[in-house]
């Protein structure tokens, strides 16, 4: 099956950066389409910005110019770069990623979650 590896969480001060990775590995033919989402502890999961395998990314109105999304095709990995967090950003970060495992088949999968927590 396909895997989705997270890494990047961790503790930050308020007004700080980080960066999330998720890496997919396992037998990919085609990835589709990615996407983060963010649950914080008293909330439900949410969509962050959504990328598809074109670039095309929307952002919501809580992040916007604040998170970025990339994506590396070549190494199946994409990226979520935070600026100006905020305590408020606080959640678990997820990976999401719809998956074609050959030309005719397509799954999505999540990836485990990376803590973010942000201090003021």
């Known amino acids: 099956q396909v895997q989705l590896v997270e890494s990047g969480g961790g503790s930050v001060q308020a007004g700080g950066p980080l960066r999330l990775s998720c890496a997919a590995s396992?037998?990919?033919?085609?990835?589709?389409?990615m996407a983060w989402y963010r649950q914080g502890h008293t909330k439900p999961r949410e969509l962050v910005p959504p990328?598809?395998?074109?670039?095309?990314?929307n952002y919501s109105d809580s992040v916007k110019g604040r998170f970025t999304i990339s994506r590396d095709n070549h190494k199946k990995t994409i990226y979520l770069q935070m600026n100006s967090l905020k305590p408020e950003d606080t959640a678990v970060f997820y990976c999401?990623?719809?998956?074609?495992?050959?030309?005719?088949?397509?799954?999505?999968?999540w990836g485990q979650g990376t803590q973010v927590t942000v201090s003021s």
């Open positions: 396992g037998n990919i033919f085609r990835i589709e389409d």
């Open positions: 990328i598809t395998r074109s670039g095309s990314a």
């Open positions: 999401r990623a719809w998956v074609a495992l050959n030309r005719g088949t397509t799954s999505n999968y």
